[in-house]
């Protein structure tokens, strides 16, 4: 299985590389008062999926820190109400 794991990886990596190659040619990014800059078409393509991505795990942030103190309060309310169970002996 890690052999395989290891093979797609590596496939995405060419093509990305080679995706990276064919995109080379420089392009002008333009914002607000006049600024720009000049840079590789992969570059502003790579750096618009990461700001995405970015923007996509901090969206979910919030939502898994409110689970995470929720199932310590659940696992906390838990142990008060019902001690551990004692272990048993075992049957013949």
């Not at 939502?63 to 169970?85: C, D, G, H, N, T």
């Amino acid at each position: 299985m890690r052999i395989v794991t290891w093979a797609i990886r590596l496939l995405v990596f060419v093509l990305l590389v080679a995706f990276g190659a064919k995109n080379a040619e420089p392009v002008t990014l333009r914002f607000y008062f006049d600024l720009s800059i000049q840079t590789p078409l992969i570059l502003a393509l790579f750096g618009a999926f990461a700001a995405g991505a970015l923007f996509g795990v901090l969206s979910l942030l919030g939502r898994v820190l409110r689970q995470r103190r929720e199932i310590s309060f659940l696992r906390r309310k838990s142990a008060a109400v019902e001690p551990a169970p004692a272990a048993t002996p075992p049957m013949l």
